[in-house]
């Protein structure tokens, strides 16, 4: 495992229904990933361990190639993803590359890992299908939504240059 590297990209997220990110604690960062025998299906080892694993196919995915995020997220395979917004995040801990799991194979340039932190400051950034999140969203974090122009992720790389947290 890598743990000297942190890695540092864009990530799908889910938005709870109090117009949160989920997953993500006061301090920005997420819980430790694991995977518990039985709770989860994609839990290849069937047995406790810490995340990510070579032979399992578990942890925080982020993808460190923003230009070619709509690709990615954009595909008719990716329904899962219709409700959710992208964040900027980097790893902290142990990394592995993405696996070819159960829901068909990560997008080159995944990173698994086992804790992430969500920049301090980054934008969150919503297709414009998802514009009546906007309100809701900046009700949380003021300032910090972005509303791509297309109504799907099309737009993301040229929004991006101008959103993104340089290292
Ligand atoms: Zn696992």
């Keep these: ?13 889910l938005v709870t229904r109090n117009h949160r990110i989920y997953g993500f604690r006061p301090d920005g960062l997420t819980a430790p990933a694991r995977c518990h025998p039985a709770q989860r299906q994609d839990n290849v080892l ?13 942890g925080w995915r982020l993808i460190t190639n923003s230009q070619r995020f709509p690709e990615y997220f954009d595909g008719i395979a990716r329904h899962w993803w219709r409700d959710r917004v992208a ?42 299908r998802l514009a009546a999140l906007t309100e809701p969203l900046a009700a949380n974090y003021p300032g910090r939504v972005v509303v791509l122009p297309s109504r799907d992720w099309s737009a993301f790389t040229d929004v991006v240059s101008e959103t993104e947290v340089c290292p």
């Design 1 to 13: 495992m890598n743990i000297t590297r942190a890695y540092r990209g864009w990530r799908i997220n």
């Design 46 to 58: 069937h047995k406790h361990h810490r995340s990510p694993h070579t032979d399992c196919e578990c």
């Design 87 to 128: 964040i900027q995040v980097e790893t902290v801990g142990p990394t592995l590359p993405g696996v070819d799991s159960r829901q068909g194979p990560d997008p080159h340039d995944t990173i698994r890992a086992r804790q992430l932190r969500w920049i301090p400051g980054s934008k969150i950034v919503i297709p414009g």
